[in-house]
């Protein structure tokens, strides 16, 4: 599990409840040399501390729904690295007003925002990541159950969530000649920003401890484990996979009593 001298990107810090950043946490305590990213100057005053606790090697804007932007990031990271090992892949976003009600009342730009944003973002990284890649690496997203199975209130997330599986499984294809392994974690409901944002979250996050197969909710920790198994040589034929991380929630069909 060592990462010594691995270096990665991690994308989706909003604060120290993030998943990205129990990840980032994980890795860096196994050695590995991490550039975050952050989104504005907003979430710059809640990145940049936790940065700086990891001595982390460099801190770039990147906003995935400006043209260019990610480009420009793995510009910024040429200048500094000449390859990579790994990227984490842990942001997403749709409108809240439209992660309450029915998903048939999703309008189109928010629609199209969504699938950008949580979606196409992750192909783009990997376009981009692969060519600093050249012995190979791993690529990580997050997804969620609500690809799968209709959640209440997910709507629009949902479907972003089911193109970016879909996405996951095309591109481990497209890159696994070049050694580049491409998977997502499937991660249990979470107290964090990004969940908060999805009405009765914590109906959710209360039906899942009480159904799960293990009676609780996944921790931070336990991501980050399952995120430093798929970063590591350890998982080095593992490819276009979608690894639950929830607890055994997403194998339960009708809840006992």
Aim: charged share 20%.
């Amino acid at each position: 599990m060592n990462l010594k001298d691995k270096k990665g990107i991690i994308f989706g810090i909003a604060n120290d409840h993030s998943i990205a950043w129990g990840i980032t946490e994980k890795l860096n305590s196994f050695g590995a040399n991490i550039a975050l990213t952050y989104q504005n100057d907003t979430l710059l005053k809640r990145v940049e501390p936790l940065a700086k606790k990891i001595n982390a090697e460099h801190l770039i804007q990147c906003d995935f729904a400006e043209k260019n932007s990610i480009k420009n990031c793995f510009n910024a990271i040429k200048k500094k690295w000449e390859n990579i090992d790994f990227v984490v892949h842990a942001a997403a976003f749709s409108d809240k007003n439209e992660l309450n009600g029915k998903y048939v009342e999703t309008s189109k730009e928010n629609f199209t925002n969504t699938l950008n944003i949580s979606c196409f973002s992750f192909t783009e990284i990997s376009k981009y990541a692969s060519e600093m890649m050249p012995n190979g690496g791993s690529l990580l997203t997050m997804s969620f159950y609500g690809a799968n199975k209709v959640m209440p209130n997910y709507n629009v997330m949902g479907i972003a969530k089911a193109a970016l599986e879909t996405s996951v499984k095309y591109l481990s294809v497209d890159l696994g000649n070049k050694n580049i392994r491409v998977n997502a974690i499937s991660a249990g409901p979470m107290r964090t920003l990004a969940g908060s944002a999805i009405a009765n979250a914590r109906e959710v996050y209360k039906h899942t401890e009480k159904n799960s197969a293990l009676k609780r909710n996944v921790k931070l920790e336990e991501l980050g484990n399952s995120a430093l198994y798929l970063v590591s040589d350890m998982s080095k034929a593992v490819t276009g996979e979608i690894h639950y991380v929830d607890c055994g929630f997403n194998i339960i069909g009708m809840p006992q009593d």
